[in-house]
């Protein structure tokens, strides 16, 4: 288990840009990928520091952070909205989106991925655990909301830094 505290500011800067423009997510070291989140959740569960990270199976990011078993969260220190857009309307089945969008890749401390040198805060998760939908008891009926939900990948905090 690791001992990663975020300070408020932090946890309140991760949290609001997650709802205001999205977060990136950045996965993979021999096949590097970028994704946009604003779904997730955060917070402490099974004593640890957790992000519990909402991906569709049919994403290139789902293959690889299954096999990495890890991701990191990348929040934006400027206002990256048209990287985020664009981030969306590319899959990286098809291009490399560092080079595409021109974004500049550094490597992550503490697992096997890149983050984006763009960003301000970098949180750093391994998976401790795979939510796959077929495994979550429905209560109502209309829970997903499509028909290829999310898989819930549960990462514990390795590792927290700003690099602005
Ligand atoms: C604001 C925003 C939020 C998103 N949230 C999610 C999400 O929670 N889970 C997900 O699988 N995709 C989400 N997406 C879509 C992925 O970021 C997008 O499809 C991405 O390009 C996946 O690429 P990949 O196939 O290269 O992994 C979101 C996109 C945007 C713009």
């Given amino acids: 288990m690791n001992d990663i505290t975020l300070t408020d500011k932090d946890e309140a ?73 664009l981030c969306d309307t590319i899959s990286g089945f098809k291009v490399n989106k560092f080079e595409t969008l021109n974004l500049h890749p550094k490597r992550a401390r503490s697992i096997d991925a890149y983050i984006l040198g763009e960003c301000g805060l970098i949180v750093e998760y391994k998976v401790v655990a795979i939510i796959p939908p077929e495994n979550i008891e429905k209560q109502v009926d209309d829970l997903f909301i499509s028909a290829r939900p999310h898989t819930v990948f549960v990462g514990e905090a390795v590792d927290a830094y700003r690099l602005k």
Avoid at 70 to 85: G, H, K, W
Wanted: charged share 20%; proline share 4%; aromatic share 10%.
């Fill in 13 to 85: 800067t991760l949290l609001h840009a997650m709802s205001a423009t999205g977060i990136f997510v950045t996965c993979g070291l021999e096949t590097p990928n970028i994704m946009v989140t604003h779904w997730g959740m955060f917070g402490e569960l099974w004593g640890r520091q957790v992000f519990s990270l909402p991906v569709r199976s049919t994403k290139f990011s789902y293959r690889i952070i299954k096999e990495t078993k890890s991701f990191a969260l990348n929040v934006p220190a400027r206002d990256m909205r048209t990287e985020i857009s």
